[in-house]
């Protein structure tokens, strides 16, 4: 256990919906990244967020968008769905920005499957 | 740019015997984080080991070790003694410090440990 949890393990939904992925980092960490993964493109950072601020995006749509909140949890939210988004959505933790590179300690994942 | 590079799709290893499973990178900078994680079929991402730029030894982690050779960008994991739990798929992913912590991950390489 990474002692990250990620809300729901599972999720199906229809085209053109919005869904909300839930993310608790480890106790400690001030650092969650936002991770994609699917079968053509592979694992693919989409954000990070530091202490409550936005600190770096990858290959995030538009029509994604997440945030950190004060105790620290995060939430991705997956807007007019696309059967192209269906992938396994991690969370990632870690420590945070200070000093070098930190390990990331991940959710289990959330199964997003667009019918 | 950075980018990981695992040659390999599939291995095949006996139990009991030892396996290296390849990875290469490339990046300009000279500081880096190398990482290794493990994801079995249950789809949660598992941290292995994690070698950093600057470091003189090798890293270990029980029955992980990472090949760490700096001048030909690779960073090889070798699994001593296999076990049938070690039937998984492996990433090798980089990170650098300051704004681009996020993970880029290689392909992956699928290995399958038999009895």
């Known amino acids: 256990d990474s002692g990250v949890t990620q809300t729901p393990k599972h999720l199906i939904t229809a085209t053109g919906q919005r869904v909300t992925l839930r993310c608790s980092p480890r106790?400690?960490?001030?650092?969650v990244y936002w991770y994609q993964q699917s079968l053509d493109q592979g694992l693919q950072f989409l954000i990070q967020?530091?202490?409550?601020?936005?600190?770096a995006k990858g290959n995030i749509l538009e029509r994604f968008s997440a945030q950190q909140f004060p105790d620290l949890h995060s939430e991705l939210n997956l807007s007019s769905l696309e059967l192209g988004d269906s992938a396994l959505y991690f969370c990632?933790?870690?420590?945070?920005?200070?000093?070098?590179?930190?390990?990331?300690?991940f959710g289990p994942g959330t199964r997003l499957t667009v019918l | 740019a950075q980018k990981i590079t695992q040659t390999q799709p599939g291995m095949f290893v006996q139990e009991k015997e030892a396996v290296t499973l390849d990875c290469t990178y490339d990046?300009?900078?000279?500081?880096?984080?190398l990482f290794w994680y493990k994801q079995p079929s249950s789809g949660e991402m598992i941290f292995l080991i994690y070698?950093?730029?600057?470091?003189?030894q090798n890293a270990t982690e029980g029955r992980y070790s990472l090949n760490f050779q700096k001048a030909r960008k690779s960073a090889n994991l070798v699994i001593s003694a296999s076990q049938l739990g070690d039937s998984a798929m492996y990433f090798c992913?980089?990170?650098?410090?300051?704004?681009?912590?996020?993970?880029?991950f290689g392909s992956g390489t699928r290995l399958q440990v038999q009895p």
């Open positions: 990632a933790s870690s420590v945070g920005p200070a000093g070098g590179v930190n390990e990331q300690f």
């Open positions: 992913a980089m990170s650098h410090p300051g704004g681009r912590r996020a993970l880029t």
């Open positions: 070698q950093g730029s600057y470091d003189q």
């Open positions: 967020y530091y202490n409550g601020e936005e600190r």
């Open positions: 990046t300009s900078d000279p500081s880096y984080g």
């Open positions: 106790s400690g960490d001030l650092s």
